[in-house]
């Protein structure tokens, strides 16, 4: 399997250290892509088998040895690429899952992948459960709600709360920064949330998910709870990551999962929903 890896910054550089270091079996990493070019070719000069540097996406695309790429950019990277490269008959790992918010991008991302018979790969990223989610959607599930709790740096540049007029620097206790659909909470919360569209593609759907994100003082890790009510039962997961030191907005986990998911792929022998 060889692998293109959109996007150079924490998890794209964590995944492609992964790939470099053997640790997702036979996968080879063949190129590597960011709309700054300079880091990609920072993180390429740091592996031991130097993967090619694509001056653009087209690079990337026509050559035929590359069957997965992923995404580990932003959302707008997916609007921007996600098309191409499926239309190109290559499967697509997507990390920034809120971009599927929209509607109508959605829809035309699934027409494509039965038109060219194609993959689209989405780990389940910060937050655990989502194999029983899965499971007990194979029949009714009458409740999904995401609790997210962050610390402030976690939302230092978000035009969302910035409009609020939230000063998070005075922030001393929790509180409360959204509180609706998970197609909102992705829409508003582009780089943080994307676990709430995860969550919603695994069980009943955008609209009906409700997420609450809370802007909390007192952790220092991300802490994602999930609540599930269905015919199978009741289902609380609640998982606390530590964020990755160069970005606070990232989960460690989120990284270890894309690396997971990928190994999975060079497996026969898989456990899990």
């Known amino acids: 399997?060889?692998?293109?890896?959109?996007?150079?910054?924490?998890i794209?550089?964590?995944?492609?250290r992964a790939i470099d270091k053997g640790k997702v079996g036979g996968a080879k990493l063949a190129y590597l892509f960011d709309v700054d070019r300079e880091k990609a070719v920072k993180l390429a000069a740091s592996l031991s088998r130097?993967?090619?540097?694509?001056?653009?996406?087209?690079?990337?695309?026509?050559?035929?040895?590359?069957?997965?790429v992923v995404e580990a950019a932003t959302p707008t990277a997916v609007k921007d690429y996600s098309e191409k490269v499926l239309?190109?008959?290559?499967?697509?790992?997507?990390?920034?899952?809120?971009?599927?918010?929209d509607k109508e991008f959605y829809e035309r991302i699934l027409n494509i992948v039965e038109?060219?018979?194609?993959?689209?790969?989405?780990?389940?990223?910060?937050?655990?459960?989502?194999?029983a989610v899965k499971a007990?959607?194979?029949?009714?599930?009458?409740?999904?709600?995401?609790?997210?709790?962050?610390?402030p740096a976690a939302f230092k540049g978000n035009e969302y709360v910035t409009r609020k007029g939230v000063n998070l620097d005075e922030v001393r206790e929790p509180m409360v920064l959204f509180e609706g659909t998970a197609r909102d909470a992705a829409r508003l919360f582009p780089k943080g949330i994307?676990?709430?569209?995860?969550?919603?593609?695994?069980?009943?759907?955008?609209?009906?998910?409700?997420?609450?994100?809370?802007?909390?003082?007192?952790?220092?890790?991300?802490i994602h709870e999930i609540h599930v009510e269905g015919a199978f039962g009741k289902?609380?997961?609640?998982?606390?990551?530590?964020?990755?030191?160069?970005?606070p907005e990232t989960s460690y986990l989120a990284a270890l999962s894309a690396i997971r998911t990928l190994k999975q792929l060079t497996e026969r022998f898989r456990v899990g929903t």
């Open 1 to 10: 399997m060889e692998v293109a890896i959109i996007g150079c910054g924490v």
């Open 194 to 222: 994307n676990v709430a569209l995860t969550l919603s593609l695994a069980g009943i759907g955008a609209d009906k998910t409700k997420v609450k994100v809370v802007v909390d003082p007192t952790v220092k890790k991300n």
């Open 50 to 68: 130097r993967p090619k540097v694509a001056e653009n996406i087209d690079e990337i695309l026509m050559d035929q040895a590359v069957n997965l």
């Open 235 to 247: 289902l609380t997961c609640i998982t606390q990551n530590y964020p990755a030191p160069e970005n």
């Open 136 to 151: 007990a959607a194979m029949e009714h599930i009458e409740r999904v709600e995401l609790i997210t709790r962050k610390p």
């Open 87 to 101: 239309l190109a008959g290559k499967n697509l790992m997507v990390l920034s899952v809120g971009a599927f918010y």
């Open 115 to 131: 038109e060219k018979k194609v993959y689209v790969y989405i780990p389940s990223g910060a937050i655990s459960g989502i194999d």
């Open 12 to 16: 794209g550089s964590i995944l492609a």
